[in-house]
């Protein structure tokens, strides 16, 4: 009997542990995470929403979400057969924009699955005031789901545009997203055609190539294909962004169908002023390092210096380093390798210089350090990098001839022979006289001699007084630098055939270089009070708004059968510097 009575204890205890065992083993059913807790009102995060087996769950309904607004939403499912066993989880993703600063809470919500109600946790969320003014908040409905406008509820496609930050500052990269939306039981029996913004008063790069993905949208399921642009604004002020358009072509028994969206204001923000004197408008992070292929050479011998500067932002548009010019070498310029990639979403890659350094003499040198000026906008403060001192050898080249060796006594002819041994002269007595030779003091030699050292001393004092006014005057050095750079420049573009799209930089940099202005600095109205400044003629600034015009048409225009009308523009634009360097 207490045999039985045991064994019955023992069984009731293990079904206790296995059941306890299995409460503590269920899963999460529904969990909510976001990918970061602390953003800044020009940014966003991801909601995602996570529900494990979801054969009788519906989407879930989200509560009132104060302080953030929901600007888009995705789902996607996971099944997955392990031992027989199907398991499955549906991620529900919203992204949610702050309307305000501040500690805001995602609250806790609940969804009912088979029956039974599950909750999530609250996600506290730090919102900071990001670089230019917060998002608008919306006027009483914050925190309701976004829905779109009352004319797209219950349409079967439609188009849409925003930009990731409208208050960049100048040189500072946005990204520019295009969504079709597509009614997930609609097919076209061509593919629609986009026309893109034309981007004016932006250097604009595609980042990718088009991605797709599910979404809700008022209800109803849509296809999403989705484009991204970088955007990087080129001067300072309001700046619009036209509607871009897509076409759907008609068939048989429907008319084709226009869409476009709405334009967008972008403000671009000027760089702070007091600008360091050597920054020359690059934007972005960066970083510079140097290298040489040899310490140690010879007079005549090349030596490559290698300089790469990389990080993230306009790398393709990023300002060569100030070369320095090192005594006792010869430079030799080369064009610059550029490689790009986007990494989430923002642009980054590196411009590689590859300078040819030829010594002349031989001695210990010094290679000297690069410096990289840079206006970080994150931070909102100019940065400076700068690369390591190098030293380096050279020995002379050739080997110096020898001297001849003496020759041996009584060879040369002409010398007296002695007769006898037993009386020596105390001069032998030369066979025939010579006139007498110029003293010394007569050569021009023994002068120069004399004087060489003054010569030395005046040129060193010389070629120190002159690094002291160009370190002085380095706006004066940029200056009459100018013309040579937009002269080769002008010459490269003509030779790879980039007509339009390298003007507007060849003209910006070489006004930035004679103006003294960073390149970023240079909008419209500055370049004009500028120049007007400088005593340029106004019929002259007016044939210099022209070329960029002409330029920023040529970009986007077809050139109506004339190809050579970009190289031809190329010509007027060299002929125009050649007038501008008279004046200037």
């Given amino acids: 009997m207490k045999t039985t009575s045991k064994r019955i204890a023992s069984l009731i205890a293990l079904l206790l542990a296995l059941v306890t065992t299995g409460l503590a083993q269920e899963p999460n059913v529904v969990t909510a995470q976001v990918d970061r807790n602390s953003i800044t009102t020009n940014e966003s995060l991801i909601l995602s929403i996570t529900v494990v087996d979801t054969s009788n769950s519906a989407a879930p309904q989200l509560p009132p979400l104060n302080g953030f607004q929901i600007i888009g939403s995705s789902s996607s499912s996971q099944i997955s057969i392990i031992n027989g066993d199907i398991n499955s989880q549906t991620v529900y993703s919203y992204r949610l924009r702050p309307t305000k600063t501040g500690e ?37 409905n ?13 349409q079967d496609y439609f188009v849409e545009a925003e930009v990731s930050n409208p208050t960049p500052y100048v040189g500072e990269q946005i990204t520019y997203t295009f969504r079709f939306y597509q009614g997930a039981s609609d097919f076209f029996a061509e593919q629609p055609h986009l026309s893109p913004p034309d981007f004016s008063g932006f250097w604009a790069e595609k980042q990718s190539d088009q991605s797709q993905y599910r979404a809700q949208a008022a209800g109803q399921s849509y296809n999403v294909t989705e484009l991204k642009t970088a955007l990087f604004p080129s001067s300072a002020g309001p700046i619009t962004i036209e509607a871009a358009k897509l076409t759907i072509p008609g068939g048989f028994f429907n008319r084709g169908v226009a869409l476009q969206t709405k334009p967008i204001e972008v403000n671009a923000q ?16 960066y970083s510079i390092s140097a290298e040489v292929d040899a310490t140690e050479g010879k007079v005549n011998e090349p030596v490559t210096w290698r300089v790469t500067l990389s990080g993230r932002g306009n790398i393709n548009a990023a300002p060569d380093p100030e070369w320095p010019e090192i005594s006792g070498w010869r430079d030799f310029d080369s064009q610059a390798t550029i490689n790009t990639q986007v990494q989430d979403g923002v642009m980054e890659g590196s411009k590689v210089y590859e300078r ?10 010094t290679i000297p350090a690069l410096e990289y000026t840079y206006f970080d906008p994150e931070t909102g403060a100019y940065q400076n990098a700068a690369t390591a001192p190098i030293p380096v050898s050279i020995a002379q080249g050739d080997a110096e001839a020898p001297l001849p060796p003496p020759s041996p006594a009584g060879a040369e002819a002409g010398q007296v022979e002695n007769i006898a041994t037993d009386i020596r ?10 006139a007498q030779t110029r003293p010394l003091t007569a050569s021009p030699l023994y002068w120069m001699a004399w004087g060489a050292p003054l010569v030395a001393l005046g040129a060193g004092i010389f070629w120190q007084r002159r690094q002291t006014y160009r370190a002085q005057n380095a706006h004066l050095a940029r200056s009459s630098k100018a013309r040579k750079k937009a002269r080769q420049a002008l010459a490269q573009a003509k030779k790879q055939l980039e007509g339009y799209s390298a003007i507007a930089q060849i003209l910006n940099n070489y006004l930035a270089d004679k103006l003294n202005q960073p390149v970023a600095g240079l909008t419209h109205q500055s370049r004009a009070d500028l120049l007007a400044e400088k005593g340029v003629p106004a019929d002259l600034i007016a044939a210099l708004d022209n ?3 002409n330029a920023e048409m040529g970009r986007y225009a077809p050139d109506a059968g004339d190809p050579l009308r970009g190289q031809n523009l190329l010509t007027e634009i060299d002929k125009l510097i050649e007038n501008l360097e008279k004046v200037l």
Avoid: C
């Avoid at 969804?111 to 005031?129: E, R, W």
């Avoid at 914050?142 to 219950?154: I, R, V, Y």
């Avoid at 040819?356 to 040198?365: D, E």
């Fill in 547 to 549: 070329a960029y015009l």
């Fill in 356 to 365: 040819l350094l030829l010594p002349t003499r031989s001695g210990q040198f």
């Fill in 425 to 434: 002269h105390l001069k032998p007595v030369p066979d025939h006289l010579n």
């Fill in 142 to 154: 914050s925190g309701q789901t976004a829905q779109p406008s009352a004319e797209l509820k219950g």
């Fill in 270 to 285: 000027p760089l702070p002023p007091n600008a360091p004197p050597n920054f020359t408008g690059a934007v972005g992070q």
């Fill in 104 to 140: 805001l809470t995602i609250p806790a919500f609940g969804m009912t699955i088979n029956g039974q109600t599950y909750s999530t946790d609250p996600i506290a969320i730090q919102v900071s005031p990001g670089n230019g003014a917060p998002a608008q908040q919306p006027s009483d």
